[in-house]
């Protein structure tokens, strides 16, 4: 029961995602057919989910989580889909050179519209190095190696 009542209180503190994501499973194959059909067979990578407690809001953590994954789309030379719930974050992603390739209303009591979004990747004519951090412990005078 205690794990139900923790789940509950992550929905709740995420907002509205209860109904979003109901309609995200039941949708499911329609999406996985939507996604196939955009990528037309190519390899890419995908983002499931960028997600920040509201109270770690506003100091760029989604930016730089959504940078790190560009950077290894430019290296790798593959295009990154993201699946997106909400009109607001789409206005986000077109400032990083995302493009919304198709959309489907989920759910028309809900005003759920999913966006299929696709970046292609940017050629580089030098490679450069990722640089990784555990989660747990970044230094505090490291310096920044993500660029929004």
């Not at 196939?36 to 960028?50: A, C, P, Q, S």
């Not at 580089?124 to 190095?129: C, G, R």
Request: aromatic share 8%.
């Amino acid at each position: 029961m205690g794990s139900i009542m923790t789940k509950r209180r992550l929905l709740d503190v995420l907002g509205g995602i209860t109904s979003t994501m109901r309609s995200t499973f039941i949708h499911n194959r329609q999406l996985a057919r939507m996604r196939k059909n955009i990528m037309k067979g190519r390899r890419h990578l995908m983002i499931n989910f960028i997600g920040v407690l509201p109270s770690e809001r506003k100091q760029s953590i989604g930016t730089h989580l959504l940078q790190y994954v560009l950077n290894i789309s430019d290296q790798t030379e593959l295009p990154v889909f993201f699946e997106v719930w909400d009109g607001a974050y789409v206005r986000w992603l077109q400032r990083f050179g995302f493009t919304i390739e198709d959309q489907k209303t989920l759910s028309e009591k809900d005003s759920i519209t999913i966006y299929c979004m696709v970046r292609e990747p940017l050629s580089s004519q030098s490679p450069t190095t990722i640089k990784t951090h555990s989660l747990n412990h970044i230094d505090e005078g490291e310096a920044d190696t993500f660029r929004p």
